[in-house]
Each structure stands twice: as C-alpha cells, then as structure tokens.
C-alpha cells in the first residue's frame, strides 16, 4: 500500500511562493494529484501526475502558476506555487491511486493527512 506525509505549508502574502513535498512510501499508484479544501467548499483537485505517460494536469485556476514535479527516486512528490493568491488559500491534500478522471476524489486510494497553505492579500 501506500503512505503520504504532506509538509511545505505555511503563510504567505500576495505575489510570494510556496513548495509543497509529499514523501510516498511504497510505489503501487499509476496517478499522483494534489487537491485543495477551502473552509466551507469541497474538496478541488489542482495538479496531477500519471506516472506511465509522463503526463502532467492543472486546474485552469492555477495553470502557469502552480508545477507538480516527482524526484529521481520517486519518494517525493512537490508542489511548487508562484504568484499565489488569498484564494488559494486551503488546506492541500497529496493522494494516489489509479485514477480515469485525474481530478475526481474518489479516484484516489490513499490520501495523506493535509499541509495548511494561508495567503494574506
């Protein structure tokens, strides 16, 4: 199975940067994503990575901004954020799992616990 540990998070203004890390134990997913949850609204999908294709996918609220990378090893997974937003404020979830519609929860198997991310304006 799989295990994901989320850190990076923390508070930001308007305009700065944050990288997020997910340390994965075990290598048994096809797609890796990172969603969001803001306080009151449901849980977005914003990045993925489909490990057979190479292939990378963004929410149109944050494409050009936002990049999903994995490391050499494949242990990590980062989220880096530029121009950040108070909007993108939330809490950001890694999870893995064999997903059809990369930006579907429930295609997701494994979900780590979350990593707090405040922009101030």
């Known amino acids: 199975q799989v295990q994901l540990v989320e850190s990076g998070g923390g508070s930001v203004q308007a305009g700065g940067s944050l990288r997020l890390s997910c340390a994965i134990s075990g290598d048994t997913y096809t797609s890796i994503a990172w969603f969001r949850q803001a306080p009151g609204k449901g849980r977005e999908g914003v990045a993925s990575?489909?490990?057979?294709?190479?292939?990378?996918y963004y929410a149109d609220s944050v494409k050009g901004r936002f990049t999903i990378s994995r490391d050499n090893a494949k242990t990590t997974i980062y989220l880096s954020m530029n121009s950040l937003k108070p909007e993108d404020t939330a809490t950001y979830y890694c999870?893995?799992?064999?997903?059809?519609?990369?930006?579907?929860?429930?295609?997701?198997?494994?979900w780590g616990r979350g990593t707090q991310v405040t922009v101030s304006p």
């Open positions: 999870a893995a799992g064999y997903a059809r519609n990369w930006h579907t929860p429930s295609d997701y198997m494994y």
């Open positions: 990575f489909f490990t057979g294709s190479g292939n990378s």
